[in-house]
């Protein structure tokens, strides 16, 4: 019988302090997400010096947390994984080093995860990898499809030409003033209103699997300010549906796109943003026409966690991938 | 007993470890790069060096800051986890008071500094009294001026301390005159050494609670207190 692998993961490179402890990358013993999401509100959104005052005050509860809950003892933890990027530098640091300062203190193997490989190993957290395999991620910082042919191996096939869908709807629900954070406020309004107004749908070039927001953003946003100058009243319903109905079409109808392209056997949604509804629904219409199986993790597993981390780490490890006591944290990170 | 210090909140880099009541080994660089690609190697350079195994630490101490944000930042949460994981004790030290001992044998005020641009310092006041380094102005975030100001009315000899001393020695003896001492650059750089001589008689922290003496809020935050009070005010 082949030994169990038990991976600490720990994730800080936003506005949540985490630390998992996971069973061959698909079980989770622990899963602690500290969320600072209250003192960021009063900012209306994520203020960066803050974020990581806040991890530095909370690691090592976090940590002991996680032990306690996993019932986990350092004699049985193989190796320690930690996001290395991309995200706030000031807030990744705190978990790189604290990440290193145990691997050194307990002679445990590293490795680095890239949070956008944690995002797609949060699903295999509730279901096995069947490739090839589409991910598509969309979350506050990110709006991506990657391929992949097998573990670990990411292929970049789309990415946001500017904003992430995430961003726009902070955008659109700030205009709307909607209380931080926007996204599921609007998820929720669109529920209740109509596509009233037709918004523009970023298709950029035929073949392109790029995604593109910031004109959408500003089409709301003059549709508001016009309406606003004739002294007309749109209904904040409406515009979150019109909205919405503009995102969805453009993320769901690539993603299928892809999914023929590629002939791929499951299709995963990672990300913040995977938590909405419009999407979830849209998406599940679609893959169920086409008989594509699509994994949508359940909402504690789609926003930022570690469980995902120690996942995705656990293939990197599997595979013999190691990081140095030097490893840094990079605000910027390409997925490979 | 063996100790790791650690000091990663100014531009230096510094790491020492005593075993048995010495000192044994030291790392002290002063160059701009960075802390957190260089702290991990540099702890463990230095205990292979001296043959020390992580499981045999039985206390760190860290420079807690005021300094560089980030750079206090690396040095807490690599010294909080590496105390969490080895169970062992912590006591976090100011930074200003690790630079002050360089100047331990003055015989009058000891005065570290640290660069915090646009005229400011974070600084305090220290003098050897019986034995200890006792503090005489409290820690601050002030304008260079103001600080001079204050020590100029103590009418004696002030010794400053601050690897950042080029930036500020003109305005010092402008406002101090002769009463103004600036040692040599081998006195001006804190030693993590010192780390472990100020911990001797200080009660160990709560190792969850430690956190960063930055001597000031975040700008985001600042700006917020001053809005609310404008707010209130109307
Ligand atoms: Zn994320």
Redesign the pocket.
């Known amino acids: 019988m082949k030994k169990d692998t038990i991976i600490l993961g720990i994730e800080t ?2 506005d949540e302090t985490a630390v998992a402890v996971v069973r061959n990358g698909r079980e989770i013993l622990a899963n602690v997400v500290s969320s600072q999401i209250e003192s960021h509100k009063r900012f209306g959104g994520v203020v960066p010096e803050i974020a990581s005052r806040h991890h530095v005050e909370q690691i090592t509860y976090v940590l002991e947390e996680a032990f306690n809950q996993s019932n986990t003892t350092w004699e049985k933890i193989d190796g320690i994984a930690v996001t290395e990027g991309p995200g706030l530098v000031g807030a990744l640091l705190v978990g790189v080093n604290a990440a290193k300062a145990l691997a050194f203190a307990k002679q445990k193997p590293l490795v680095g995860v890239h ?1 956008i490989a944690g ?1 797609i190993y949060a699903n295999r957290l509730e279901k096995e990898f069947e490739f090839p395999l589409l991910a598509l991620i969309v ?1 506050g ?2 709006t991506e499809l990657v391929l992949m042919q097998e573990h670990g191996e990411y292929e970049l096939i789309g990415e946001t030409r500017d904003d992430a869908a995430g961003e726009a709807y902070d955008k659109v629900a700030r205009m709307l003033n909607l209380p931080y954070p926007g996204g599921p406020q609007i998820d929720r309004l669109a529920e209740l209103g109509q596509e009233t107004i037709t918004f523009p749908r970023a298709w950029l070039e035929q073949d392109s699997y790029d995604f593109s927001f910031s004109g959408l953003k500003s089409s709301v946003i003059n549709t508001i300010h016009n309406a606003k100058q004739r002294g007309e009243e749109l209904k904040k319903e409406d515009i979150a549906a019109s909205f919405q109905a503009s995102v969805i079409d453009v993320l769901t109808t690539k993603t299928v796109r892809a999914a023929k392209d590629f002939n791929v056997k499951q299709v995963i949604v990672a ?2 943003v995977a938590a909405n509804k419009g999407l979830r629904n849209a998406l599940e219409t679609s893959f169920a026409e086409l008989n594509i199986p699509l994994l949508i993790p359940p909402f504690k597993l789609c ?2 966690n570690a469980a995902m981390i120690a996942a995705a780490g656990t293939i990197a490890f599997e595979q013999g991938k190691r990081s140095e006591l030097s490893l840094n944290a990079r605000a910027s990170l390409p997925l490979k | 007993m063996n100790i790791l210090a650690i000091d990663t909140s100014n531009q230096v880099l510094g790491v020492a470890i005593q075993q048995q009541g010495h000192i044994t080994g030291e790392i002290v660089t002063n160059v701009s790069k960075n802390h957190s690609v260089r702290l991990m190697p540099a702890i463990e350079k230095l205990m292979k060096e001296v043959s020390l195994k992580p499981e045999a630490l039985d206390q760190i101490i860290v420079a807690k800051g005021p300094g560089s944000y980030t750079g206090v930042r690396i040095g807490l949460s690599t010294a909080k986890s590496m105390a969490w994981a080895l169970n062992i004790p912590i006591i976090g030290i100011s930074s200003l008071e690790v630079l002050a001992y360089q100047g331990r044998f003055f015989n009058g005020l000891i005065c570290p500094f640290f660069d915090a641009r646009r005229g400011l310092v974070y600084s305090s006041c220290f003098k050897w009294e019986d034995n200890n380094m006792v503090m005489i102005e409290p820690e601050a975030n002030m304008l260079m001026d103001e600080f001079l100001d204050k020590l100029k009315s103590y009418q004696h000899p002030v010794l400053f301390l601050s690897p950042d001393i080029s930036v500020h020695q003109e305005r010092i003896q402008e406002k101090l005159g002769n009463l103004a001492v600036i040692p040599d650059a081998t006195f001006q750089l804190p030693r993590a050494s010192h780390l472990i001589m100020a911990a001797k008689e200080r009660s160990v922290d709560e190792t969850h609670t430690l956190t960063p003496n930055y001597l000031r809020l975040a700008e985001a935050e600042a700006k917020w207190l001053e809005h609310q009070k404008r707010v209130n005010n109307e």
């Open positions: 490179s936003c949070h995002h979350s910082g990110h990300g913040g926003t930022d």
